[in-house]
C-alpha cells in the first residue's frame, strides 16, 4: 500500500520536466498582453509583465534543464501532476497583477486561479476602472482555462504515447473525438479557434467595440464569467448582446465530442444526446418557474417579457456555469429569494456539459442519476429474472454499467461533501445562509455567480477556502483527493 502511493524520485523528476513545458508555454502568454499595452498607451504595464514572463520563462528553462523524463506516467502521477500544476500556474500568473500594484499577493492569487479555472469572482473592487492591459489578461487567462492548462501543453507540445492519455484522463476529460488523444486535442482545439473567432464577429455585430468584443468572448465561450464593468454585461442593456452571450455560453458548455458530430454533419445527435435532454429540459423549466416568480413579485414590472428576459439570463449563465449577470446584490438576494434563488443554486451545482469549458456534477452525470433511479424502480416492479437494458445515447450508444452507476454516485456524495464543508467555514465569518449557500454553490462549481457576499476585504481564510473551491472543483475532486492521500502518508511516514 506504501509503494502504491508513494511517488518514486524518477516520477517526481518526470512531473517537474513537464512543469517546465507548462512554464515555457504561461511565459509566452504572460508577455502578450504587453502588446495591448503598446496600443492602449498603458506603458506602465510593460515592466510588471515582462518581469513576471521571463521569471515564468526562467522557471520553465530551469525545470526543462535540472530535470529529466525518466519514466513514464502512470494513472496516479498524472493525476498528482494535474493538480500541482494548477497551483504553480496561478502562482505565477498572480505576478502581472502583484508586480503592478494592482492587487495585493493573496487577492492576485485568487483573481489567477478564478481566472483559469474559469470561475469570474473578482477582487478589483471598481471593474469600470480596471485597464485595457489587465483586463486582457484576466479574460486570456479564462480563455486558457477553458481549455485546460494539461489539454494546451497535450495539443502543442510533442509528449507522445502512454502519457499522452494518462495526462488527458488526469483533466476530467475521458472522451475521444478519435482513437489518437493527440488528434482528439488538436481538433478541440480547432473548434475553440473557430467558435472564438464567430463569437468576436458576433459580439461585435451586436453592439460591442472590438476590445469589448475580444474580451467578451474569451470570457463567456471559456464560460468564465469575468466582467469589464461592476454590472457585467448588463452595462450595455442590450437584448442583442445578451442573446449573443447566451449562445455563446451555451457552445462552451456543451460537448465538445458533441460539437465534432454536428460539424461532421450528423445534427440528428445533437438533438438525441442525454446531456442535450438533460440541458434543455432544466433551461426551460427553471426558466417558466423563475418568470413565473419574478411577474408575480413584479420583480422587473408586470410584463412577461422583460422578467423572461432577466430570468432567462440568469438561467442560462448558471447551467453553463458562466457566471455573466444582469441581476445582481441587493435585488438577486431581496427579489429572487426563495424560489428564484433555489433554482439558481440549484443549477449552478448541475453545471455544463462533459468535456466542455464548464463545471459543475455535469449533465451526462445528472442524467445518469436520473436514469438510474428509473432502472432501479424498474427492477422492483418487474419479475425477479428479468433484466433491464442500462443504456444511454450519449454521442453514440452506451451501456452503463453498476460500476459507472456506483462511480457517479460517489463523485456526486464527494462533491457535495466538500460543498457542504466550504458552507460551514463559510458561516462562520458570515451568518447570511442564502447568500453562503449561493456564494459556495458558485465557486465549487466554477459559476462566478455573485450575491455580493465575496468582496476584496472578505477574510482570508474566506478567500482561501473559495481557491480550493475553484481548484477542485475544475479538476473534478478525485486529483485533488489523490495529492491530499499522498501528502498526508508521506508526513506520517516521516
Known amino acids: 500500500m506504501q509503494q502504491v502511493n508513494r511517488l518514486s524520485k524518477r516520477e517526481i523528476s518526470t512531473i517537474f520536466h513537464y512543469t517546465g513545458d507548462v512554464c515555457l508555454l504561461l511565459g509566452i502568454a504572460i508577455l502578450v ?70 492587487l495585493s499577493y493573496l487577492n492576485a492569487y485568487f483573481e489567477a486561479m478564478s481566472g483559469f479555472t474559469t470561475t469570474g469572482f473578482s477582487m478589483f473592487p471598481q471593474l469600470d476602472t480596471v485597464s485595457y492591459t489587465i483586463n486582457f489578461w484576466r479574460a486570456l487567462t479564462q480563455w486558457l482555462g477553458g ?13 507522445t504515447g502512454a502519457d499522452v492519455m494518462r495526462l488527458y484522463l488526469a483533466e476530467g476529460r475521458d472522451e475521444r473525438l478519435l482513437p489518437s488523444v493527440k488528434h482528439t486535442t488538436r481538433i478541440i482545439v480547432y473548434i475553440y479557434l473557430g467558435f472564438t473567432a464567430i463569437s468576436i464577429i458576433l459580439f461585435f455585430i451586436a453592439g460591442m467595440s472590438v476590445f469589448d468584443s475580444v474580451f467578451h468572448t474569451f470570457v463567456t465561450l471559456s464560460t468564465g464569467g469575468f466582467g469589464m464593468h461592476n454590472t457585467s454585461i448588463l452595462y450595455y442593456d442590450n437584448v442583442w448582446i445578451e442573446i449573443v452571450a447566451m449562445v455563446v455560453m451555451m457552445l462552451g458548455a456543451t460537448n465538445f465530442a458533441l460539437h465534432y458530430t454536428v460539424i461532421k454533419g450528423n445534427w440528428k445527435e445533437y438533438f438525441k444526446d442525454i446531456e442535450t435532454k438533460v440541458a434543455f429540459a432544466l433551461i426551460i423549466g427553471a426558466t417558466a418557474l423563475v418568470t413565473f416568480m419574478l411577474v408575480k413579485n413584479q420583480v422587473y414590472g408586470a410584463g412577461i417579457l422583460e422578467n423572461f428576459r432577466f430570468g432567462i439570463f440568469q438561467v442560462v449563465s448558471a447551467v453553463s456555469t458562466t457566471g455573466l449577470q444582469t441581476a445582481f446584490y441587493p435585488e438577486i438576494i431581496k427579489k429572487w429569494i426563495g424560489l428564484g434563488l433555489f433554482l439558481i443554486t440549484l443549477l449552478m451545482i448541475i453545471g455544463a456539459g462533459s468535456c466542455s469549458t464548464g463545471g459543475g456534477i455535469k449533465w451526462l452525470r445528472f442524467g445518469i442519476l436520473l436514469k438510474g433511479m428509473i432502472w432501479q424502480v424498474k427492477s422492483f416492479i418487474l419479475p425477479g429474472k428479468a433484466v433491464v437494458a442500462k443504456k444511454i445515447h450519449h454521442v453514440s450508444e452506451l451501456k452503463v454499467t453498476d460500476d459507472v452507476l456506483r462511480l457517479t454516485g460517489a463523485f456526486v456524495f464527494t462533491y457535495l461533501v466538500v460543498y457542504i464543508a466550504s458552507v460551514i467555514i463559510v458561516l462562520i465569518y458570515y451568518n447570511d445562509v442564502n447568500q453562503v449557500i449561493f456564494e459556495v454553490a458558485s465557486a465549487l462549481s466554477n459559476v462566478g455567480l455573485s450575491s455580493g457576499l465575496l468582496t476584496p476585504s472578505s477574510p482570508a481564510l474566506v478567500k ?27 508526513a506520517v511516514r516521516r
Open 33 to 102: 498582453p504587453i502588446i495591448i499595452s503598446l496600443i492602449y498607451n498603458e506603458q506602465h504595464y510593460i515592466i510588471p509583465f515582462l518581469s513576471a514572463g521571463l521569471i515564468t520563462l526562467i522557471f520553465g528553462l530551469g525545470f526543462r534543464k535540472l530535470f529529466k523524463k525518466e519514466s513514464n506516467m502512470s494513472l496516479k502521477v498524472a493525476m498528482v501532476f494535474s493538480t500541482v500544476i494548477w497551483l504553480i500556474v496561478c502562482a505565477l500568473s498572480a505576478l502581472p497583477y502583484f508586480f503592478s500594484g494592482e
Open 147 to 159: 481549455l485546460g492548462i494539461i489539454f494546451l501543453v497535450l495539443a502543442l507540445l510533442r509528449s
Open 464 to 490: 482561501i477556502v473559495f481557491i480550493i473551491d475553484f481548484w477542485m472543483g475544475r479538476l473534478e475532486i478525485w486529483p485533488v483527493l489523490l495529492l491530499v492521500v499522498i501528502s498526508i502518508q508521506n
